[in-house]
């Protein structure tokens, strides 16, 4: 036996009384844990994994006669279909998450389809085991954002699982189940559970363990998830001091100020941004148009002080294009549906499809440059959030959406300029704000933790580009330049 | 010329210098009022409709330009695909709806897939006329709620679209751009063009009137396009006391108290309830399963007064059922994003997709019940839902989805006595609140809400079923016999 079913909750013999007894007392405790669910800070998520036969489908409906079912929504997963398959294989688990207070049971998770393409040898090992990694990473970030995770497998052996097989295909009235997929599984058990056991041992950590049940009783298995349910509650709700689990973050300090270092005395003169600027707006326009009907996707990030010129360069980027092909996201402050979930939730709900550009005005980092800044994060929330936002940010590229970002500096000198020019120019004073003020005297605390984020964040894969912005021509110029290369990367 | 046309914007000659400051007027203009829009309790939606090659595309481009694209959201629709195709026709639209203070702007409305199906004689006159007549109520609707709705035609005569179907093709470099599928509507434009005149003649109403345009002049519709745009806002945002519109809803009093007539000593023994119960859970969970398979889904609605039993009588509707084939929705508050919208939005989010049963605990009948008597909304906004709802309910209808609404109905006395046991019986103490009892002072209010409900929304397609509460088994093996009725009428 393999050293990670010595972690299995084995089966028991249960009489109907006993089964009854502890069924009422469970069901209590459920409905009790449930309702203080409700009101805290936290989401509930069960994996529900296992083997054809093993019991999923019967165990949760257990599971929700006993919960009250209105605080529980089931996602079932098959292959990903229609703008599901447009979208990185992540982004419909992000979609069904649960709110605070609620319960999202997921059949067929992120661990089913690394399974099957393993199995059936799609992926090589080396593929397998990347996407383990990604799945553990993703788990770590979900429960330090307050999910509580319980991942269940309905463990079956071979043996049991071919006497249910068996006895199943005897019952002639549940034949029509048995589906050509199914039987293809079937011929595959043997190296599945290689796989499965695989999974298990590489995906069982002390942040996110596995919760393994010996499927092979029926009324064994449901009280062992209850327990297990109830158990897991009763931990995260009311949490003994000694277990807190927290992950340092592998941050590291900027170690120069890259945004002093520009040449903000870089220009273009009029005549000539205007020469170029119809070129490259062209270019540009024709190329999303291309990218449009193609299955890769952009994503482009704007960051900045305020008045840097973030909303000039992304009406020069999107002049030329047709409406059908962008959108332009504006961040502002979290609606209360998006605030009850982990802080990337928002921006997985706005990730292009395929073929489309999406461009965010402030975006993710504002987790490290903002709510650093104003305390609206722990300090280590937004020291873990460089690792996550890597993580984001690769998985997006891994599903052919090219990422680039761009930070636009002005010295502070000329954001005072700017500062006064929108107070005078009618059409210009809606930009302006008392709050711009006030984040102007934050300025230093704004670049170091700008400083920060490129130390962190610039990857290989989505690189910063910062751009020299007290020159608004140079700048637009350097940001249409840029964004004509990421079209043409992604379209390669 | 159609009647119709007279209301046409025609093209105008614009130079060069004239458009620029036309356009720097206008673009100042349309982002005050964008920002007014912002922190305003309206939203903003703009079809935009017309012939291929009446520059939809290039006039909403345009209109981009002009405003904060922050604040808007471009969604075309093409024919509906995955889950789009699993809804009713009208249900993407009712997701992509802009929230207040936003703008949405549809590319292919609600009025493309009636004048596809029409001009191809898809359907018949009388079906077109009847989808023509759910528009009609829609745009109404939608319009009382609050959303200011802008329908823009461009307008391209027989002459005009023929030679810009010539110079397209002509100019080798967009070739490529016409489809198989252009090339098959070009065939029909003589069709197409009467067809278009039929739509605008019947859905031009005085509350959603048309926005016609002479989209021949490229510079001229752009102008037009923005300076509709900006009247629009304008009347919307400060609105003059005399075009204040508003529907008068027909809406009748219940001619008796339906509640009172019920005869509430129906009993049903423990023994034959046992029975019976055991095998419509049977029959219900087998009709789920095949139905989960099919292009057919079932809605369920719950009401009546605190402790009816509309929670036990739902846990056995579920009890034999695969938690993957339902989902019991829950309505509480809304969320600030549902707040945003029409109140309808956050039902039309939970409608079920092909195969699936969804089971509402309370619904959107609160808006003729609670909102009603607690003045949650106005007397209009009460009195209009019920024609609403009937609409509502008829769209799920259309589109394969089988409505049945049960009221759980007890005496006052019965009530009473529940609140009683519910207060000692530990497992049932989180189910009374406080609101049950000042609820309770309200009785014959609610009671007197009820009745206009039936009265009012009890249709051939959605019926209310009375359920005589005050026993459980009784009401219990009521409401299961109707469900099993639904899932084999929903699967006939």
Known sequence: MKAILKNMTAAV?????????????LRLRLLSLQKE???????????????EGSGKGETTRKLLEWLDARGVETNAFWTAQGEEAEHPPLWRFWQMLPARGRIGIYFGSWYTQPIIDRAFKNIGKEEFERQLGEIRNLEEML???????IKFWMYLSLDAQKAIAKAKKAKAKTRWRISSLARKFARKRKRFQKVDLEVLSQTHTTIAPWTIIDAASEKSRELAAGEALVEKLRQALHPSGAVHLQISPRFKTAPRNYIADLNQNKKINDDEYKEQLEILTAKAAALADKMSTSKKSLALVFEGPDAAGKGGAIRRVIAGMDPRHYRVIGIAAPTDEEKARPYLWRFWRNTPR????????????GRVLVERIEKFCTENEWQRAYGEINDFELALTEAGVTVRKFY????????LARFKDREIT???????????WRNRDKWHAYETAACDMFANTSTAYAPWILVEANNKNHARIKVMRAVVDALEEALR
Do not use: C
């Not at 013999?13 to 007392?25: C, G, L, N, P």
């Not at 989401?43 to 529900?48: D, F, G, Q, R």
């Not at 636009?408 to 954001?415: H, P, S």
């Open 13 to 25: 013999q249960v009489d109907k009384a006993d089964y009854k007894v502890r069924e009422e007392s």
């Open 37 to 51: 669910l409700a009101t805290s800070n936290r989401a509930i998520l069960i994996l529900m994994n296992g083997v």
């Open 143 to 149: 429960i330090a954002e307050g999910v509580i995770l």
């Open 354 to 365: 395929d073929g489309k550009l999406h461009i965010f005005d402030r975006s993710w980092y």
């Open 408 to 415: 636009l500096a002005t010295t502070q000198d000329e954001q």
């Open 426 to 436: 009618p059409y210009k004073q809606y930009k302006l704000t008392e709050e711009d």
